[in-house]
């Protein structure tokens, strides 16, 4: 494929589309996301409202880098505080498809409806791509931004249509447009991280107390993992407990498991063959988290499993 023709022609398939309207671009720090963002940037100028939705999901300082980073780049973002929407929707929800649908409602329903109501616009743009297309209709994982491909009409449903530019790309594709666009090196090679964010790395239900703890070993195992050449690493609060020993007593833990992969785009990947000195430390510092007493790391390949858990 031609990058800097795909470049071409989505700019002006945005700019034909949108004409003298206004539109959203949905930021989430992705490299998905930006590149729709810097796409529709370069097409639409001040038409183009840009918004990171601060859903509560996300990992530690990561709605401030975002923003920060993209008005860098002389792109103002506006941070949106979901915070509040998401927990109150994720309640009591266990089921992973629950999850991710009660994630899709409220982006959709009602965050994104409120913000074209305020802004008049009438498009929104987000980084749908090949994969998340393909997983969804094959019901192997429903990503939470897929909507037409469902039958979803979002321009009834929610009074706006999606555009998607990347849709026919898969992510080794989209980091070449990013590299064209002059996005900073740190973003064209940023990891994968889940729609659902934090949420799809819980097993069980979504709470503050879970999400507080998973986004620490997340801190740990990215700030451990980042000077390895691998496709994605995460951490993943398992649902069950194990019985462990803390200062000579017995008690109940919880079980956070560790996965490091190998991929070109996701479609398939094999676990990434890590030292077992790097092992031992992110083990050692993750079950001095509070209430953690058990580490594993996951060795299976996609498939049979997929990349995320939930």
Not at 93 to 120: C, N, Q, S
Not at 242 to 247: C, K, Y
């Amino acid at each position: 494929m031609n990058y800097r023709k795909f470049i071409e022609a989505q700019v002006a398939q945005i700019q034909a589309t949108v004409g003298d309207g206004i539109a959203i671009s949905a930021l989430s720090g992705g490299v998905d996301s930006s590149v729709v963002t810097v796409l529709a940037h370069r097409a639409l100028g001040r038409q183009l409202k840009v918004f990171f939705i601060d859903n509560g999901l996300m990992r530690k300082d990561e709605p401030r880098t975002v923003v920060r980073m993209f008005r860098c780049m002389r792109i103002p973002v506006q941070l949106v505080d979901a915070r509040k929407e998401f927990l109150d929707a994720l309640r009591g929800i266990t089921d992973p498809e629950a999850k991710r649908e009660a994630i899709t409602r409220t982006f959709y329903r009602d965050v994104f409806a409120r913000l074209v109501r305020e802004t008049g616009a009438r498009f929104l743009l987000h980084g749908t791509i090949l994969t998340d297309i393909e997983e969804t209709v094959a019901g192997i994982k429903r990503q939470h931004n897929i909507l037409a491909q469902l039958g979803i009409d979002p321009e009834r449903e929610f009074g706006y249509q999606v555009l998607e530019p990347l849709k026919t790309l898969r992510k080794d594709g989209v980091r070449k447009v990013a590299a064209l666009l002059g996005l900073p090196k740190d973003l064209v090679q940023r990891m994968p991280f889940p729609g659902p964010a934090l949420a799809a790395r819980i097993v069980g239900e979504v709470t503050e107390k879970e999400l507080e703890l998973v986004r620490e070993a997340t801190a740990i195992v990215e700030e451990e993992l980042k000077s390895v050449r691998a496709f994605q690493y995460l951490a993943v609060l398992l649902k069950d407990q194990a019985t462990g020993i803390r200062n000579g007593r017995r008690e109940f833990g919880r079980i956070v498991v560790v996965r490091c992969v190998d991929s070109k785009d996701a479609r398939s990947a094999t676990p990434t063959r890590l030292p077992w000195s790097k092992l031992e430390r992110i083990c050692q510092r993750i079950v001095a988290l509070p209430g953690v007493n058990r580490c594993v790391y996951d060795l299976t390949s996609k498939p049979p499993a997929t990349i995320e858990y939930v």
